[in-house]
């Protein structure tokens, strides 16, 4: 990415309140290098290979998995998570296994690694000799270059044309009639690649960046090189999943924020990495 200016927060009006996408603001960033795709499971296996690395997955015993993703025996289903009923918790799902234990990678070594902590993700940047993102970096490097746009590809809707990410087509969470071809994760270089040549920055999985959450990170942070807020409790996602849609999860979006601890992991959360 090269040094540059643009302007970070969301100018669409679709922002989800309490997120924190506003207001509107300059910022500078030096040039860096960020990884034209998420991380995919071939990726991490290599990781994994090397280092004898084990995820907070593996180590806790169990994910979250969406309900109609799960591949496991029914004893393995732990129960859903309050507020969110599609999210089940399971025993044995873990980056090998993104289904449950019944589940494998086979046919799926291209397309982005799951159930990643951020401290997962921190593991595998240190074997890299990488790091995560800033939210200013990763915002800056999906626009693509397109300053002030809700997309990385312009403002056109998702499915303007020809589908243009992985999201949800439906009715949330029960029928996904997989216009876009895809249930849950779909190659890493699936659709097209933004300006700056990154591919899905929306949509697919949620991305983990390096800094902590804040709804007032932009009315504290700096204009040049932000780094985030102080330490809070979580961490910040960006990019939105498969599983977003307009009636329920709008984050498929350039300034679209979340937020979750840096120990949870779930079926649609990976990351990609930078390097100054």
């Not at 997962?120 to 915002?139: I, N, S, V």
């Not at 985030?228 to 924020?257: F, K």
């Amino acid at each position: 990415m090269p040094a540059g200016e643009f302007t970070m927060g969301d100018s669409s009006g679709d922002r989800n309140p309490g997120d924190g996408e506003l207001p509107l603001h300059r910022v500078a960033l030096e040039a860096f290098e960020i990884d034209a795709t998420t991380v995919t499971n071939d990726d991490f296996a290599r990781f994994v290979d090397d280092t004898g690395y084990r995820t907070e997955a593996e180590v806790f015993g169990f994910s979250a998995v969406f309900h109609l993703a799960v591949s496991a025996p029914a004893g393995d289903v732990m129960g859903a998570a309050a507020g969110s009923p599609w999210w089940l918790g399971v025993r044995g799902a873990d980056w090998a296994h993104p289904g449950g234990r019944s589940s494998t990678l086979d046919g799926i070594g291209d397309h982005p690694v799951v159930h990643i902590s951020w401290t997962d993700a921190q593991a595998y940047c240190a074997w890299a000799g990488r790091r995560l993102p800033t939210e200013a970096e990763w915002e800056y490097a999906a626009r693509g270059g397109l300053d002030g746009r809700k997309y990385p590809w312009g403002d056109e809707e998702v499915d303007e044309g020809g589908w243009r990410a992985n999201i949800w087509q439906g009715e949330f969470p029960r029928v996904n009639t997989r216009e876009d071809g895809y249930l849950t994760t779909a190659p890493v270089r699936a659709f097209d690649r933004n300006g700056y040549g990154l591919w899905q920055p929306v949509g697919n999985v949620w991305e983990w960046c390096a800094d902590w959450f804040s709804p007032r990170t932009y009315t504290e942070e700096l204009a040049i090189d932000p780094r985030g807020p102080a330490p809070s409790g979580a961490r910040v996602l960006r990019g939105g999943s498969y599983l977003c849609h307009i009636s329920y999860c709008n984050r498929y979006r350039n300034a679209a924020r979340s937020q979750n601890t840096p120990d949870s992991s779930m079926g649609n959360a990976g990351f990609r990495t930078v390097a100054a």
